[in-house]
């Protein structure tokens, strides 16, 4: 199946609970006729550009014994004022399953080092974003500059693109 970026998926769903032991999270699950039009055995993980209640965010799906859920954020729910089990409309499109946003700060760090940005490159999105991730959700610039030199560190040893 090839993946349609112009075309406009909705659907009504509800938050839900999904308890991982030593995570809880709040998630929207998918209802089957929706997956029925995805491209997930291709993208299992697949990058969506989501719209629930009118607040944007770029979200991936997330499997579970057969079943796909989007994990919603604290900050999510405050800014669409969700609730457990309360309805709510999702609206989404296929995102660009290459895309990876990048923090200044590691944009910085891979234009000034040029072994950093070739090692990069050998990366897979997902590898791309899970470093970015890791700088992205520092509170502190302390922690920050502390995960930069870390991510920098694993990429530039890594010698595959699933061994960073």
């Known amino acids: 199946m090839s993946v349609d970026r112009d075309t406009v998926y909705s659907f009504d769903g509800e938050i839900d609970i999904y308890d991982m032991g030593r995570m809880v999270y709040k998630v929207i699950y998918f209802p089957d006729h929706i997956l029925e039009q995805l491209p997930m055995k291709e993208y299992p993980r697949l990058r969506l550009e989501v719209d629930i209640e009118d607040i944007p965010a770029n979200l991936a799906m997330q499997p579970q ?12 729910m405050k800014k669409a004022e969700l609730d457990f089990r309360k309805p709510v409309r999702i609206r989404f499109t296929i995102a660009d399953q290459t895309y990876v946003e990048i923090p200044d700060i590691l944009r910085q760090e891979i234009d000034r080092n040029k072994k950093l940005k070739i090692k990069r490159e050998t990366l897979t999105p997902g590898k791309k974003r899970s470093f970015a991730h890791r700088v992205l959700s520092a509170k502190t610039d302390q922690t920050k500059f502390k995960r930069l030199k870390e991510v920098t560190s694993e990429v530039l040893k890594s010698d595959t693109e699933s061994d960073p």
Not at 65 to 76: A, D, N, P, Q, T
């Open 65 to 76: 014994g057969g079943r796909w859920y989007l994990i919603l954020s604290s900050e999510m």
